[in-house]
């Protein structure tokens, strides 16, 4: 087995909503790729955990794994709660190395594209012109998760960003704001791999503020996350010119 094993790993949720995109987006994965060994991982609430994955991985015959967190932003999840998870793993498993990939969300065109089009699913093509997007997203206090959110935003027409906590404005402001900019109508785009309590929140808030808003599906499953997912994987393995640049286990 040469070409190392695609490990997803999501951060779990106890809403089954967001493990079952999880599984659709690693199974659009698999699909658009034949021949790779992808699967998927969970750091909390849902199984399986990351650790018995790796376990699994090995017991396989894989000596090497990329980790792929399903993540948008590089708050605190990416920056330590997926490092420290594969290094505790890689300590068990002499023999396998183990890559930790750049977050979905780190090179986000194709993130943009996809959301994108569930943007154009939900609003017509006649009402765009006069609709104001609310780009939404969890929040962190992370500044540089919220500023990166806030910069994609930016390059929306017509387009504010809002955070369901942590940070400002909120989806209410922003709705506010967009319709004293001129919007006619509001549409939610959500910053989210899938649903969940705090996207449940945001489009409660939304309609609270906008009985008339419209809110798109999250990126979920959408062929171009899926194509990212595979894209971290092929750039981790390009980028590891040696061997060493993985995480030695042994």
Do not use: C, K, Y
């Not at 659709?24 to 750091?43: C, H, T």
């Not at 594209?113 to 992370?142: E, F, N, Q």
């Not at 998760?145 to 906590?165: C, I, Y």
């Amino acid at each position: 087995m040469s070409e190392p094993a695609l490990v997803a790993v999501a951060h779990g949720s106890r809403d089954g909503r967001s493990a079952a995109t999880m599984h659709r987006l690693v199974r659009e994965a698999a699909a658009q790729a034949p021949g790779l060994d992808v699967r998927l991982s969970f750091l909390d609430f849902n199984a399986p955990r990351l650790p018995d994955v790796l376990h699994a991985v090995a017991a396989d015959g894989h000596r090497r794994a990329v980790v792929v967190p399903l993540l948008l932003g590089t708050a605190f999840h990416a920056r330590v709660d997926v490092p420290a998870a594969v290094e505790a793993a890689s300590t068990r498993l002499p023999r396998l190395d183990v890559a930790v990939s750049p977050v979905l969300g780190a090179e986000p065109a194709a993130l943009l594209a996809a959301a994108r089009a569930r943007l154009a699913a939900a609003v017509t093509a006649a009402d765009a012109p006069r609709t104001g997007v609310v780009l939404a997203a969890a929040g962190s206090s992370h500044a540089a998760a919220n500023d990166a959110v806030s910069a994609l935003a930016a390059g929306l027409p017509r387009a504010s960003a809002a955070f369901a906590t942590s940070a400002g404005p909120t989806v209410p402001e922003a709705i506010s704001r967009l319709r004293d900019g001129g919007a006619r109508r509001i549409a939610v785009l959500p910053w989210f791999l899938a649903p969940g309590r705090l996207l449940d929140r945001v489009r409660d808030q939304a309609l609270a503020a906008d009985p008339t808003a419209v809110v798109a599906e999250p990126l979920g499953d959408h062929p171009l996350v899926a194509a990212t997912l595979l894209a971290r994987h092929g750039v981790t393995i390009h980028a590891s010119v040696t061997p060493s640049a993985f995480v030695d286990a042994g």
